[in-house]
């Protein structure tokens, strides 16, 4: 059975950090789509960054503040938060798609979710 745990969340003061991390099981971690979505209320929700393999993807609106990462062998999905802003603020969700030749950023097309860890930036 697939299962991705986030935490990590909170509530931080603009400009601050925070770093989230998924614990991931029940699939073959190394050739899965790992991605980071966030959604803010009455918003849709919104890719913040991927990875796959070595291969890195971030938004524009996080570059140079989020960085993607993972520990294959604690199949842990970590995204390091530098330079909050309130327009942060959001749910964030981990998210996985096994056995894929890449990353896409329709949240549609992951298969498999965590619960998702609130993230709150004040200013």
């Known amino acids: 059975q697939v299962q991705l745990a986030e935490s990590g969340g909170g509530s931080v003061q603009a400009g601050g950090s925070l770093r989230l991390s998924c614990a991931a099981s029940?699939?073959?971690?190394?050739?899965?789509?790992m991605s980071w979505f966030r959604q803010a209320p009455g918003k849709e929700r919104e890719r913040v960054a991927s990875?796959?393999?070595?291969?890195?993807y971030h938004s524009d609106f996080v570059k140079g503040r989020f960085t993607i990462s993972q520990d294959n062998d604690k199949k842990e999905l970590y995204l390091l938060m530098t330079g909050l802003k309130p327009e942060d603020t959001a749910m964030y969700y981990c998210?996985?798609?096994?056995?894929?030749?890449?990353?896409?950023?329709?949240?549609?097309?992951?298969?498999?979710w965590g619960q998702g860890t609130q993230v709150t930036v004040s200013s």
């Open positions: 998210a996985a798609a096994a056995h894929t030749s890449g990353c896409s950023s329709a949240p549609a097309w992951y298969k498999f």
């Open positions: 029940g699939f073959t971690y190394t050739s899965a789509c």
């Open positions: 990875l796959y393999g070595r291969i890195w």
